[in-house]
């Protein structure tokens, strides 16, 4: 009786055990249903644009000159230039709004008819970049530019002095275009939105627009130039994720 007994122990143990592995077990592989879970998202895109009339203007004025002395092609030049400079302070434009970006000097060979070197010319170019912070001053100052000697105005870029507030309205409007998105997305699956789980922008627009009129040359008609800036845009484009309920 007794060897009967301690097999009936030593079977009872065995079997609680692997009662108690078995349930362990389940409870690794089968969560409960209070375990955390992936929550429920709604994606959306939105849009932000805000139109602006450009309050700043960048203008590269410069002077040619040439001659078969290079010392004496530089010498006009500088004279032009300081004409140039002069005028442009006069027309209301600050010294500091008015940079330097190009000097050069270079031999050219003349040619004639039949290819023959016939002498050598020293051009000497001096370009400045000029910022005009009144739009209304800009005919003014090309047209001031091109009777000081200035015969070579390459191009104007107009742009937005504080283009950091047209950004900053642009993202506010695109927010709440996704959330508008959102809401009706929401209503139409029957859901309801929770918190913004995140939010990734990309800007775009703003750029300076340049003035496609061509080149003004020195024959230009000494007079102000008509200019038109129009407008331009900023623009803000957001992606959302809301959790759902």
């Known amino acids: 009786m007794r060897k009967k007994s301690t097999i009936l122990i030593i079977v009872s143990f065995i079997a609680v055990t692997l009662l108690v592995f078995v349930t362990s077990v389940q409870a690794q592989t089968d969560p409960p249903e209070t375990q955390n879970q992936e929550p429920r998202t709604l994606s959306v895109n939105g849009s932000g644009v805000i139109n602006l009339e450009p309050d700043i203007a960048y203008i590269r004025i410069g002077v040619q000159t040439e001659g078969e002395n290079a010392q004496e092609a530089v010498a006009s030049n500088n004279q032009q230039s300081q004409l140039l400079l002069n005028a442009l302070t006069q027309a209301g434009v600050a010294e500091d709004d008015i940079k330097t970006t190009n000097f050069s000097i270079y031999p050219r060979e003349e040619r004639d008819n039949e290819g023959q070197t016939t002498g050598i010319n020293y051009v000497v170019n001096n370009t400045v970049s000029v910022t005009v912070r009144d739009m209304d001053q800009i005919g003014l100052v090309l047209d001031s530019a091109v009777q000081a000697g200035a015969n070579n105005i390459s191009g104007i ?6 283009r950091e507030a047209a950004q900053q309205q642009a993202m506010t409007a695109a927010v709440e275009n996704a959330r508008a998105r959102a809401e009706v997305l ?16 990309y800007l775009g627009g703003g750029m300076p627009i340049p003035l496609e009129r061509g080149v003004v040359m020195a024959d230009a008609v000494a007079q102000e130039v008509p200019i038109s800036p129009g407008q331009m845009q900023v623009t803000v484009d957001v992606s959302v994720i809301y959790e759902i309920n």
């Open 157 to 162: 870029q107009f742009d937005v002095e504080d």
């Open 186 to 201: 929401a209503e139409a699956a029957g859901v309801v939105l929770g918190d913004v789980l995140s939010i990734q922008t």
